[in-house]
């Protein structure tokens, strides 16, 4: 088996309704451009406030993408 090298990215996504989709969101974008995800992890996470209720949430992510040979 080959030595992976990755390229790491960051991204932010956001979703009106939770966190999990705020990730999807997120992944389901850079599936677009990136076509070797390989891994993510959520390196932040907040949230927009209007009228003192969570209005949106969202998650910064580092992505892991394999390069090609």
């Given at each position: 088996?080959?030595?992976h090298v990755y390229?790491?990215?960051e991204i932010v996504g956001s979703s009106k309704t939770s966190i999990e989709?705020?990730?999807q969101n997120a992944l389901t974008r850079?599936?677009?451009t990136l076509e070797t995800i390989r891994w993510?992890?959520?390196v932040e996470t907040r949230?927009?406030?209007e009228n003192g209720k969570v209005s949106y949430w969202?998650?910064?992510l580092?992505?892991?993408s394999t390069l090609k040979d």
């Amino acid at each position: 088996m080959p030595e992976h090298v990755y390229e790491l990215i960051e991204i932010v996504g956001s979703s009106k309704t939770s966190i999990e989709d705020a990730v999807q969101n997120a992944l389901t974008r850079a599936a677009k451009t990136l076509e070797t995800i390989r891994w993510f992890q959520v390196v932040e996470t907040r949230g927009y406030v209007e009228n003192g209720k969570v209005s949106y949430w969202q998650v910064n992510l580092k992505i892991g993408s394999t390069l090609k040979d």
